[in-house]
């Protein structure tokens, strides 16, 4: 069974930092795409990032471009997210999913899901 697990979330100030992870289980790592999207309230999901572990190609929103960082570990099936100089905007619900190709999940929206984990950024 496929499975994809996110921890990491909490409640931080603006400015601040956070490391997401998202551990995933059941299915070869390699040769999927991993991605992080992240929902507000009233809003639609956002793709944030994506990595390729078949080429390694690593797309940024440009919300995030210069501030997320992306990387993947595929000894242990996880990918991370690595969030600085935090923004009140940034808040959302940020879930990971795998999928067979970048544009499979950001553009088909297609793939498996986690369920999320809560980022709070207070001003």
């Known amino acids: 069974e496929v499975q994809l697990v996110e921890s990491g979330g909490g409640l931080v100030q603006a400015g601040g930092s956070l490391r997401l992870a998202c551990a995933a289980s059941?299915?070869?790592?390699?040769?999927?795409?991993i991605g992080w999207f992240r929902q507000a309230p009233g809003k639609e999901r956002q793709g944030v990032a994506c990595?390729?572990?078949?080429?390694?190609?690593?797309y940024y929103s440009d919300s995030v471009k210069g501030r997320f960082t992306i990387s993947s570990d595929n000894a242990k099936n996880t990918v991370y997210l690595q969030m600085n100089s935090l923004k009140p905007e940034d808040t959302a619900v940020y879930s990971c999913?795998?999928?067979?190709?970048?544009?499979?999940?950001?553009?088909?929206?297609?793939?498996?899901w986690g369920k999320g984990t809560l980022v709070t950024v207070s001003s």
């Open positions: 059941g299915f070869t790592f390699d040769g999927y795409a």
């Open positions: 999913a795998a999928g067979y190709s970048d544009y499979e999940l950001l553009v088909q929206n297609k793939g498996h």
């Open positions: 990595i390729s572990n078949t080429d390694g190609t690593i």
